[in-house]
């Protein structure tokens, strides 16, 4: 069994009962399930393949017949072209995703946290209650509310500004539960007592006993965060009707809105904009994959 | 916070130092008791604002606003009582053909999804060498976003010139319109759905399929149960919760089909959905009523019913998956 991220360093590993040969058979991949297995790898990579390669190629390149199949070298043109292009505007789409997503991740991570805390281990009245207002918060589709959010945007007049796509989204219900669920089981009651013992008010306890168990979970929710708000689009679509303030996901549709559909250009603004999350997953995809496969991801 | 409180004490009463320190004393234990009192209620206290603020009251508004008749457009608002939802369900044929449309696609992405998300998720399930550049390779989909996997697929289905069409070629099939006509646009927009989040089930099916004790393989294969047999009869019931909770996600998700329909259309007028509406969905109308028509009462109504819709759906694949996978 992996390692996965999640599981609080607290719990015993899981014993592995030793396996039989027989039982070795049983698991043995068949060469059916290495061809389901590559066919699977083809078919997820080959888009991101692709991109690169209609990226790199002149726009007539891009729509000729056959397909091209290989790149060619005309990459950094393309990129330059889209950076200049003045109605997507993606290099200010770029900055305000980057700001964007930033807040909000560390929004989340830090009421998160505290409120994760809290239902884990504190008492209160009305717990039970609140916490059902978070469940069912999070079943509810942001359309039900779109148009009273929009007229609530206009009236703050801020139609077209960062805050819109910011502030509604600075804490959701996802957060607060991944981490109480993940400070239940890796904070020991005895260490908060002993804490409270020495004088410690409740905000010491979270930052010195509470934070540091939870950094490992704590990652993990920055990092889905993140990936969830760069790609958000149904919401800033709405808000951001201005192209010359987008996030960068806006900048790709004012992209697929332009008159003459410049494939080239339009599939280096995609490179452009996947890169930082492409990066994000290099380096932290082994965390990201053990958040999803607790179960911590939702759509 | 306590420096507050403590420059707020009672002057006067100094003098007498023990009585000074017991005060003191006193006050620190005042304090913690309401530390520990209110703490908890302001830590918990930043989402109930967002949500209050953000979620709850556009909601109770959404309710309101579908009963009366507000538009920018008009200079009184009148309350109209049902009579939108009347005209939205018995006389609005395209809010019915975007119902069709969302259900069509939701079915058309769901069922493949999730089945081929067992099978690879069975696959991963084997003794493999590499299994973590397998799980990254097939998790790698979810770091595009809608907007790209919608940009990178339109391309593979234009008309002319596409990928899919150069695949069609070379089997002897003539080129398809895949905007033009009803299905094959659903089938293009659900691959565009599924290729993002297969990979994603897969990853949560293969974590469920690790917590079954192996036991109950060896024990079958013992009396002689296939791998297919095992397959249906240990791993599909076990999986039963996740299965739902899947089913659920996919449902709440694919009813809200937005981004990927939208930008199949290039160029202005994505939001209709294709020259006859064939790949709108209840969202995308959602927006054409209230930013195009400026109908908004007309829009509350059409929010809350994909609403109940979306409810209506989840608990019926609820009872369905419970269903199937009690049967075995």
């Not at chain 1, 409270?196 to 965060?225: E, F, I, K, N, Q």
């Not at chain 2, 393989?217 to 009396?223: H, P």
Request: charged share 15%.
């Amino acid at each position: 069994m992996t390692t996965t991220t999640l599981r609080p360093p607290a719990r015993p590993a899981r014993k592995q009962p030793r396996e039989s040969h027989k039982a070795d058979r049983l698991w043995k991949a068949t060469p059916l399930t290495w061809l389901g297995l590559v066919l699977g790898v083809l078919l997820s990579l080959f888009p991101f393949y692709w991109m690169i390669v209609i990226a790199s190629r002149t726009n007539d390149a891009a729509n000729s017949w056959p397909p091209p199949f290989l790149p060619g070298g005309k990459l950094g043109e393309n990129i330059q072209r889209v950076l200049e292009n003045g109605d997507a505007n993606i290099v200010k789409g770029l900055m305000n995703s980057f700001l964007v997503s930033g807040t909000i991740t560390v929004a989340t991570v830090f009421f998160g946290s505290l409120a994760g805390f809290a239902f884990a281990k504190l008492r209160f009245r009305g717990k039970n209650a609140m916490l059902l207002v978070i469940l069912a918060s999070m079943m509810v589709p942001i359309q039900l509310g779109v148009l009273p959010l929009y007229i609530l945007m206009a009236e703050l007049d801020w139609l077209n500004t960062m805050p819109s796509v910011t502030v509604p989204f600075l804490i959701g219900g996802f957060g607060i539960f991944m981490m109480r669920q993940y400070a239940e089981q890796a904070v020991p009651n005895e260490l908060i007592e002993a804490a409270r013992v020495d004088g410690c008010s409740t905000w010491r306890v979270y930052w010195h006993v509470v934070v540091p168990a939870l950094r490992p979970a704590a990652a993990v929710l920055g990092l889905l965060t993140f990936m969830e708000q760069w790609n958000q689009f149904f919401w800033p679509f709405v808000v951001l009707a201005d192209p010359a303030n987008p996030t960068v996901q806006i900048s790709l549709r004012s992209l697929n809105t332009a008159y003459f559909a410049d494939n080239s250009q339009i599939f280096a603004g995609t490179l452009i904009a996947t890169l930082p999350l492409f990066v994000v997953f290099v380096l932290f995809g082994r965390q990201i994959i053990g958040g999803i496969m607790e179960g911590a991801v939702k759509s | 916070m306590s420096l507050d409180l403590h420059t707020a004490a009672p002057p006067g009463e100094g003098g007498d130092p023990h009585r000074r320190a017991r005060d003191a004393r006193r006050r620190r234990a005042s304090l913690s008791r309401l530390d520990l009192k209110f703490s908890p209620y302001l830590y918990v206290l930043p989402f109930f604002v967002i949500f209050a603020v953000f979620s709850a009251y556009p909601i109770g508004y959404t309710v309101w606003i579908a009963l009366t008749d507000r538009s920018p457009m008009n200079a009184t608002i009148s309350f109209v009582g049902l009579d939108n939802f009347v005209e939205l369900l018995t006389e609005d044929p395209q809010f019915w053909n975007a119902v069709g449309n969302t259900f069509g696609m939701f079915v058309l992405s769901t069922v493949p999804q999730l089945m081929l998300a067992l099978l690879l998720a069975n696959a991963l399930n084997r003794k493999l060498r590499a299994q973590t550049f397998f799980r990254m390779a097939i998790a790698m989909p979810i770091i595009t976003s809608t907007a790209v996997v919608a940009l990178i697929f339109s391309m593979i289905y234009a008309k002319e010139f596409g990928l899919a069409n150069w695949l069609l070629d070379l089997v002897g099939i003539d080129p398809i319109d895949w905007r033009a006509n009803r299905l094959a646009s659903w089938f293009a927009i659900s691959t565009m759905v599924d290729w993002r989040w297969i990979g994603y089930n897969a990853l949560i099916y293969l974590a469920a399929m690790q917590s079954i004790s192996k036991d109950m393989y060896e024990a079958a294969s013992l009396d002689g149960a296939s791998r297919r047999r095992q397959f249906w009869s240990i791993t599909i019931p076990q999986l039963r919760p996740t299965i739902i909770f899947t089913l659920i996600v996919s449902t709440i998700g694919g009813l809200q089909l937005f981004t990927e329909p939208l930008m199949f259309t290039s160029g202005a007028g994505g939001i209709s959905g294709g020259s006859e509406g064939q790949f709108q969905t209840i969202t995308m109308y959602l927006l054409d009523v209230m930013n195009t028509r400026f109908r908004w009462g007309y829009a509350g109504a059409v929010a809350l019913v994909l609403f109940l819709l979306i409810a209506l759906m989840s608990l019926v694949n609820y009872l369905f998956a419970r269903r199937i996978s009690s049967d075995k």
